[in-house]
């Protein structure tokens, strides 16, 4: 597979290249040149088999056999070996013909250890295969960088540095990333919001000579290989619940877009999705523009899911690409409109087309914990904000109750235990593995937001 830039401008890459690079030299995001298409045999053939092998036959054409098939197998095996539930994802019913899809039984509690725990051992077999090392760079609002600091942590190809914003983070997110002292882990609390770090991270990639100079790397939601192993779960719950004799619609909490965005794939690639919801907190940049089509910048505004407290959506700019076709042009375009004036307008046609895929709305912070209630009461389960806000939007938005509702949950309760406490009386928590994270030691900096400062502080470090 051949992968290409959303600006056009950058060279295309095969898949190693693709992983190992992250954001494409030109600004844009890589992509698949096409997408691989499942035919309705092909996806009830998948019926019965393990998270792992649906896994393989999902992602093979995009990595196969470019990496050899064996391989490839291998490093799937590994990855979801450190999951703590045999169905790796399993499904859990919340309603009539409603689930939810427990995507955090991963090393640290949240859906981002599905992706991260196979591109870390993506990144080793490349790296060692090519003898060389690289710097990952990444900002977090939370749970990514705990998950990209344990799938890298000790490893001799690769020194992290992790980007959170300063005291807007949970206690057990930032001790999820602190506590890890290996010497490859470098941990920063920048003083500033989700969004300045995240624009700190870009203004590195987009410094050709410095990012050569440290081979750069991402493990953001930016690098094509994390959303790739997204779109396998929208096959197995699918599969599981009917697929593809069956349609299927999904709610997803959404911050940066790339979790919803691969449902969104999983449907290019024959999966018969009915629903994709984009829920989002009151930081609703995403389903503001999904109604009337301006993507405006405003303030990140702290919430109760802090993981989706987000203004700047990156992987928008996939669909942006999809919905125009391809044309590169147009989205050099409009990210320059958002670049000189905090905002770009799609187009009536465009935006047609986008709605053709997504429904979209924001939950305000009294009806996350609502949702929390309901949840509690009904069948006892505690779900994490984040998760509420995609069941939230899910009961608002289900057009079609015979079809059923798979609302992606996020991450285990006991990541935000304040939260799910308040609102059940119950105190969710901490799997064995991690009941003693409280008494564990911490280690990061504080750094202020300052373009130089940081990479200075990289040189000194790395
Ligand atoms: C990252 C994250 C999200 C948002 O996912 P995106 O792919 O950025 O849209 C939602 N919930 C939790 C718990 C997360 O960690």
Redesign the pocket.
């Known amino acids: 597979m051949k992968y290409i830039s959303t600006r056009g401008e950058a060279p295309a890459l095969n898949f190693e290249e693709v992983l190992l690079t992250g954001l494409a030299r030109d600004g844009g995001l890589y992509l698949p040149e096409f997408w691989p298409v499942f035919s309705v045999d092909e996806i009830s053939a998948m019926r019965g088999l393990s998270y792992q092998d649906v896994a393989f036959k999902v992602m093979s054409p995009y990595v196969c056999p470019e990496i050899p098939e064996d391989d490839f197998k291998g490093l799937i095996d590994e990855a979801y070996s450190s999951f703590r539930h045999d169905a790796i994802v399993p499904l859990s019913q919340v309603g009539n013909n409603e689930w939810i899809l427990e995507l955090y039984h991963g090393p640290t509690l ?3 250890d599905v992706a991260l725990q196979l591109l870390g051992r993506l990144f080793n077999y490349v790296l060692t295969k090519r003898g060389e090392k690289i710097t990952i760079v990444g900002a977090t609002s ?3 960088g705990s998950a990209a600091i344990d799938c890298v942590q000790g490893s001799a190809r690769a020194d992290i540095f992790m980007l959170h914003p300063k005291g807007r983070v949970s206690d057990v997110q930032r001790r999820q990333m602190t506590t890890v002292i290996e010497d490859n882990v470098h941990n920063i609390a920048l003083e500033g919001d989700f969004d300045n770090c995240q624009a700190l991270v870009k203004a590195l990639f987009n410094d050709l000579e410095f990012r050569d100079q440290i081979n750069l790397s991402a493990v953001n ?1 930016i690098n094509w290989a994390r959303v790739m192993a997204q779109i396998v779960y929208y096959f197995t719950a699918a599969i599981a619940l009917g697929a593809p004799d069956r349609k299927i619609s999904f709610s997803v ?8 965005y691969a449902g969104y794939i999983a449907k290019q690639m024959g999966l018969p999705v009915e629903q994709l919801v984009v829920a989002t907190n009151v930081n609703d940049i995403l389903s503001r523009t999904l109604s009337n089509g301006e993507y405006k910048v405003g303030e990140t505004i702290p919430t109760i899911s802090p ?2 407290d987000i203004q700047v959506s990156s992987n928008f700019e996939r669909l942006l690409f999809n919905i125009y076709d391809g044309d590169g042009a147009e989205i050099r375009n409009l990210m320059e409109n958002l670049k000189q004036g905090g905002l770009f307008t799609i187009s009536d046609a465009q935006l047609s087309r986008a709605k053709e895929s997504f429904d979209a709305t924001r939950v305000s912070e009294e009806d996350t914990k609502a949702t929390i209630d309901e949840v509690f009461r009904a069948g006892g389960k505690s779900i994490d904000p ?1 998760t509420a806000v995609g069941v939230n939007a899910a009961r608002t938005l289900w057009r079609d109750k015979t079809t059923p509702m798979v609302s992606l949950s ?2 285990h309760p006991a990541k935000f235990p304040e939260a799910v406490k308040e609102v059940t009386g119950t105190h969710p928590d901490l799997p064995p593995h991690m009941a003693d994270l409280f008494e564990r030691e911490e280690k990061f900096d504080i750094l202020a937001n300052d373009l130089s400062a940081l990479k200075q502080y990289i040189l000194e470090n790395i």
Request: glycine share 16%.
């Open positions: 949240a859906f981002k939370g749970d990514t939601s909490p959404t911050g940066n877009f790339g979790d919803v993981s989706m984040h996020t991450a």
